[in-house]
């Protein structure tokens, strides 16, 4: 009897054992898991394997940890763990450096963690608001960081789309979206305060830099709570896919999908998969449910049934409660005395005996060890390729206090994976709020208004449409800050144009002299020859008759060196400034602008100031052309289907083919007329204020011509550098750059130059040459230094492109409305240093263009030869004209071009 008793226990034993030993890994098992998840690190790192990883691997825009000299106060949100937060954080820098939060935690009901994403946004909002009402604050704007513990891709730290939900949450119409935007439009639904969101970050990157904050050297973020994921410091040029080869960017890895491709199925046991069948993303985050605590519990409780359907346990008795899903929190796991195991069945309703609370122990044992040790080797994983990328090894994690042997064994499986890592771990008291709102700081709080959301972009879009229609219509036009002016060139080039011209292109960051020869043999070919003169500061300050007087003494010099003194050459001007034409050669500066302010010459025709100057140099001034007109006719040369031509150079500015039909300011309604837009003014009437910053208040101030042409001021070149200067001194007056040390050089107008910018944004050698740049400026910059200042680049120039894709998607949606198609399809003939030389400036340009005018095919053509080119073209028509005026009988005196009267 006593054998039979005695054998059934050891066969029930071993049957335990058998179970449990599914869930016990070996060291060659972990070593497996180790070696797997490197491979996906680095599939998910790669662009080409990156759509078929399990390990996303996702870029969180997020460059560098906090380095103690940031400040302010901010919002913070802290979404997707086991609480929602709404919290308020105050950073002080400098000897009193301390921070303080003040937080709230709210309930995030399970209808609304699974009804629709308006409902949640909603509620998040509503949470919010009660929070400001409670610390008095619904007055204050503040900054905000949203830390979003789920898998987005960002573009931007303030922009994330979520890919896919986790954990419990499953709300409607979400996964796609922009966070950011969701939170956005909730807050405007709500219409009671208002936010700047500034950065979306995951509870990992948030935990990372809590712990940084602390601890410079931690460049790991580590979450084994609700969920499981990991983030780490990565080298830019392992991160194939965001631009850039400089410096570091932390990576959210969301570790949780590891296994999606199957290949972690030969440890994955019949208890995982019921969990996972269970869940609400079936098939999804495998790794996450063998290791997270919203699982563990779980795969316990499907443990649990089985060994009690088999009679193991509980005399074979499955009660209601086990069948409860969710039943055993992951909090009972590391209960170790017994008696408290038995006190927890016996709570839960489940009737034990003793034997049963050694089973049920082990079983838990088992599972939060395999979890411990999973997450180990996935950690070893990390830190071993962190070690390769020559970097120190430290590592912070966020272990739920209660596992306490889940971090000890953590630990061990770290060591023993990854001997050659020395990794400490530390424990992030202050959850990832804090993390949140220091990467706030870090962006400095004075960019984010230089970010605009494609809402606001395409608001402005809308609103330079209606300067548009508000130009060209007489009644309005006086008012208009888009002066709309009429160019007389009614056509792009037909390919029949020939002769022998000069060309004067002035305005530009050169002033060039061009001999430009139209031949016709079997094809129509160009042959352009020029000279580039100085146009000294003083003489473009000074008087008018100089000016004039230095471009004729120019032509003089050139037509001599080109040996065509004698010769009755006809002249197309490049004149790069609002002009009111009355015909091709009659053109009446309006206003100077960018560089330029000699003295008499605003309202006078230019043509009469350069043929006083002129004299009897034998030329005749057939046209004069704005540079957008030139451009537009040089691409037009090449494809003709450009019809709109824009500068992005010293100064910036549009033409495009309008209907004439449109155009109040000319007879006539058949045809086309090309119009110069001169978009640069846009904004001088206020319409732009909101979202002017004060280093343009700043800019336009220190400016030769304040209050106007306040778009251009924003975005082009000879602005750039100046504002990129302005914002670094303010950051370092507050203490956030160069440890607050400023040299007279810096503070000296115009030494950030634009090309500087563009050099500085360069991926490969841009933090170098910010380190140069500002070294030749006196300044010692450290590398953090660089990357910021590198940011600060790239977040002006972003905003240019960004405007500029604005205003030209108001001049295509124009033409397409014109036109009376449902897509658009044309060509954008573009010049200027800034489009031209800018890293990235044109790419960022097209795909906002794209974005914001979807229903259009725009083919942007980058003038090779300048707008020189295209000037001659109008000229040669002008010429071609005046020889039928010529040879007709009686051309009438009011045809007659001024110098022919
Ligand atoms: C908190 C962080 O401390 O831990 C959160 O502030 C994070 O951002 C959470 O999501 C993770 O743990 P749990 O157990 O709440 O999922
Ligand atoms: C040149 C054109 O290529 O670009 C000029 O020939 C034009 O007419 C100029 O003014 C604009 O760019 P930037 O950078 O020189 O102002
Ligand atoms: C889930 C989320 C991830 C988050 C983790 C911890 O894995 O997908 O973004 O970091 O949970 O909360
Ligand atoms: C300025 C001028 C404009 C010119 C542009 C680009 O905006 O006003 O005429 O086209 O600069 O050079």
């Not at 069945?345 to 999973?374: H, N, P, W, Y």
């Not at 940011?791 to 949606?813: D, E, F, P, Q, Y």
Request: with cysteine; aromatic share 6%; net charge neutral.
């Amino acid at each position: 009897m006593v054998t039979a008793v005695a054998q059934r226990l050891a066969a029930q034993r071993r049957e335990i054992n058998d179970t449990l030993a599914r869930l016990s890994l070996s060291s060659e098992n972990l070593q497996q898991v180790k070696d797997k998840m490197r491979v996906e690190l680095e599939r998910g790192l790669r662009k080409d394997s990156h759509s078929t990883a399990s390990v996303k691997m996702l870029p969180s825009f997020v460059y560098r940890t906090p380095n103690g000299t940031e400040r302010g106060k901010y919002l913070a949100l802290d979404l997707g763990g086991t609480n929602f937060r709404v919290l308020v954080v105050k950073i002080r820098s400098g000897i009193r450096k301390s921070v303080r939060m003040y937080n709230k935690i709210y309930a995030i009901p399970l209808e609304i963690m699974q009804g629709t994403g308006e409902e949640l946004f909603d509620h998040i909002v509503q949470c919010i608001s009660d929070f400001l009402d409670y610390m008095g604050m619904k007055n204050t704007r503040l900054p905000l960081g949203f830390t979003f513990s789920f898998p987005c891709r960002q573009t931007g730290i303030d922009k994330g789309s979520l890919v896919s939900w986790t954990k419990g949450f499953k709300a409607t119409d979400c996964e796609g979206n922009d966070v950011v935007e969701m939170l956005r439009e909730a807050i405007k639904r709500r219409n009671e305060f208002d936010l700047d969101i500034v950065a979306v970050v995951n509870d990992t990157v948030g935990t990372m830099m809590t712990c940084a904050y602390e601890d410079p050297k931690c460049e790991i973020g580590l979450i084994a709570g609700t969920g499981s994921n990991v983030c780490y410091m990565e080298e830019m040029r392992n991160i194939e896919m965001v631009e850039g080869d400089e410096g570091q960017m932390c990576v959210n890895t969301e570790w949780g999908g590891f296994g999606e491709n199957d290949c972690i199925e030969d440890i994955r046991t019949r208890f995982d998969r019921e969990v996972d069948e269970g869940s609400l993303n079936n098939g999804k985050q495998r790794f996450e449910k063998m290791t997270s605590g919203m699982y563990l519990g779980e795969i316990v409780r499907q443990i649990l049934i089985d060994l009690t359907r088999r009679g193991l346990l509980f005399r074979g008795h499955i009660t209601e409660p086990l069948k409860t899903r969710g039943i055993f929190e992951t909090k009972f796991l590391d209960r170790l005395a017994l008696l408290q195991v038995r006190a927890i069945l016996q709570q839960l309703g489940l009737d034990s005996t003793c034997d049963d609370s050694i089973i049920v122990k082990e079983v838990c044992g088992t599972v939060s060890r395999r979890a411990a040790q999973l997450c180990g080797a996935g950690m070893a994983a990390i830190v071993d390729k962190i070690r390769e990328n020559l970097l120190k090894h430290n590592t912070s994690n966020t272990v739920p206090l209660e596992l306490c042997s889940f971090s000890r064994i953590l630990k061990d499986t770290v060591k023993a994976l990854a001997p050659q890592c020395d990794v400490e771990f530390v424990l992030s008291e202050d959850g990832s709020g804090k993390g949140a709102a220091l990467i706030t700081a870090v962006i400095d709080k004075y960019l984010y208004a230089m970010r605009l959301s494609d809402e606001t972009l395409m608001d402005i879009m809308k609103r330079f449409r209606r300067e548009l229609g508000n130009g060209l219509c007489s009644d309005t036009n006086p008012t208009a800050t888009v002066k709309m002016l009429p160019t007389f060139v009614r056509s792009i080039p037909d390919g029949s144009e020939k002769g022998d011209f000069i060309a004067l292109d002035l305005g530009g960051s050169a002033f060039r002299i061009l001999r430009v020869k139209v031949s016709h043999e079997k094809k129509q070919t160009v042959q352009m020859e020029s000279q580039i003169y100085d146009t000294p500061e003083d003489i473009i300050h000074g008087s008018g008759t100089r000016l004039f007087d230095h471009v004729a003494e120019c032509l003089g010099d050139f037509m001599e060196k080109q040996n065509i003194k004698d010769k009755k050459l006809s002249v197309g001007f490049t004149f790069s400034f609002p002009c009111a034409q009355t015909k091709l050669n009659e053109s009446y500066l309006l206003t100077w602008t960018k560089r330029f302010k000699a003295s008499g010459v605003e309202g006078m025709d230019i043509v009469t100031l350069l043929n006083k100057a002129i004299k009897k140099r034998g030329v005749d001034i057939m046209a004069v052309v704005n540079d957008t007109v030139g451009t537009m006719m040089t691409c037009g040369f090449d494809d003709q289907r450009c019809e709109v031509g824009i500068i992005i150079g010293t100064g910036t500015n549009a033409c495009y083919m309008e209907e004439l039909r449109h155009i109040d300011l000319v007879e006539g309604d058949e045809g086309r007329m090309c119009i110069n837009t001169e978009w640069g003014a846009f904004g001088d009437d206020g319409m732009l204020e909101d979202i002017r910053t004060e280093f343009d208040r700043e800019i336009d101030r220190g400016s030769l011509n304040p209050g106007k042409q306040l778009f251009e001021k924003m975005v082009s070149g000879m602005y750039i550098g100046e504002l990129v200067r302005l914002i670094l001194v303010k950051m370092a007056k507050e203490g956030f750059l160069f440890e607050g040390r400023i040299t007279p050089e810096l503070l000296t107008k115009g030494k950030f130059e634009t090309k500087h910018v563009s050099s500085i944004e360069k991926s490969k050698e841009g933090l170098t040459k910010a380190k140069d740049i500002l070294g030749r400026l006196g300044m010692e910059p450290s590398a953090d230094d660089c990357i910021a200042v590198q940011h600060i680049c790239t977040i002006v120039s972003h905003r240019s492109a960004n405007l500029i894709a604005a205003t030209l998607g108001g001049i295509l949606s124009r033409l397409k409305d014109n036109k009376g198609n449902p897509r658009l399809r044309t060509t954008v003939g573009i010049d200027g240093s800034l489009y031209k030389m800018h890293p990235q400036y044109a790419r960022r340009l097209h795909k906002t263009v794209r974005r914001l005018v979807p229903e259009s095919d725009v083919r942007f053509l980058l003038s090779e030869s300048g707008s020189s080119k295209g000037a001659a073209m109008v000229t040669a028509v002008a010429y071609r004209t005046l020889a039928c005026l010529w040879a007709s009988p009686s051309p009438s005196p009011a045809d007659r071009p001024a110098w022919m009267r």
